[in-house]
């Protein structure tokens, strides 16, 4: 038989192994073509019942007992794990491994790698399958300009972790970028955000105090202590991103009015400002409104459409855009 074949009957029977369970009355072999037929296995139903009584003679399977079709089963009490992935499985996992090592605890990474790399494993042992190649088709590309990942040192990630899952206090050593030196405090820690590239610990200093964003590049050391931690009591994490609560600035929701250009209007006819945004024609220009937060990202998001997009509700903001546009144009002419 040629390698190829032989390894396709081997992934097919493995796939078969894999479905079977010990619940009653079992999987008929039509059910089971079926299931390989979403796992891109084409067979007939004679070759899948080949297949289940080849293996019956090597693995505790049974049939149920009546009139056909025939289900196949485990046979109860039979050690029934199989290691690996099938093949959605690999192909999820191949395609979001950067991911969830960038959102998922440092202590369960030597295991993500470890299984990322037996998706990817698999997928090549499989080059002449339909999906295969699919994680050589999709990729995420995040918005704004990809910066480099800031250094954390990943003991001290790691004693943040167990600080939040054991609701203990932290003590650290912290400098921020307007201090010469770093200063030392108890941390209440209460979740791990990431914005971009940079990794952030939200925590409070004190029992019913504000919570902070500290990025985690700027601990110099993190020490576990066994004192209990607060945490505000009706604190969601949801709720708190919903609010905006995240985003750096006032937070506060304004009514933004501005003139767009054609270009940005057809982009954000597509890709809102927000649930209520709108833009009409008046006069000579297209005119937007949208209830947003107003924060560094809008600030800075404004900032990045240049001519495309001018503010002119609020006041307050309008008045810091035409500011950072007049430092700008300041410093290019001074260079």
Avoid at 7 to 31: C, D, M, N
Avoid at 78 to 93: K, M, R
Avoid at 130 to 135: C, D, Q
Avoid at 296 to 302: G, I, V
Wanted: hydrophobic share 35%; with cysteine.
């Amino acid at each position: 038989m040629p390698r190829a074949s032989h390894q396709q009957t081997i992934y097919r029977q493995w796939l078969i192994l894999r479905k079977l369970t010990t619940r009653r009355p079992g999987i008929t072999a039509r059910e089971m073509r079926d299931h390989l037929e979403t796992e891109d296995v084409s067979v007939t139903k004679r070759t899948v019942e080949r297949d289940l009584n080849e293996l019956s003679r090597i693995f505790p399977l049974e049939t149920s007992i009546g009139s056909p079709p025939i289900g196949w089963r485990w046979r109860e009490g039979a050690v029934q794990e199989l290691p690996g992935l099938e093949l959605v499985d690999a192909l999820s996992l191949s395609l979001v491994g950067d991911l969830l090592n960038q959102t998922l605890p440092s202590s369960l990474h030597p295991s993500i790698s470890a299984r990322v790399t037996e998706a990817r494993r698999k997928l090549d042992a499989l080059p002449n399958h339909s999906a295969s190649n699919w994680s050589q088709l999709v990729r995420y590309i995040p918005p704004g300009q990809p910066l480099l990942k800031p250094r954390v040192d990943p003991e001290i990630l790691h004693t943040i972790e167990e600080g939040l899952v054991g609701q203990k206090q932290i003590a650290v050593s912290y400098q921020s970028p307007t201090s010469t030196a770093p200063w030392n405090t108890h941390m209440h820690p209460i979740a791990l955000l990431s914005h971009g590239s940079t990794p952030y610990l939200l925590a409070c200093l004190g029992e019913h105090s504000k919570i902070w964003q500290y990025p985690l590049h700027r601990f110099h050391s993190v020490e576990l202590t066994d004192i209990p931690s607060w945490r505000p009591p009706d604190f969601d994490l949801d709720d708190y991103l919903a609010k905006g609560e995240a985003n750096f600035g006032n937070k506060k929701t304004i009514r933004l009015e501005a003139q767009v250009e054609e270009d940005l209007a057809n982009i954000l006819r597509e890709t809102p400002l927000s649930e209520d945004q709108t833009i009409r024609q008046k006069g000579e220009h297209l005119h937007l409104k949208a209830t947003v937060k107003d924060s560094w990202q809008l600030t800075f998001y404004l900032l990045s459409q240049g001519h495309r997009i001018t503010v002119l509700k609020p006041k307050s903001l309008r008045n810091e855009i035409i500011s950072s546009l007049q430092s700008a144009l300041n410093n290019y002419q001074q260079s």
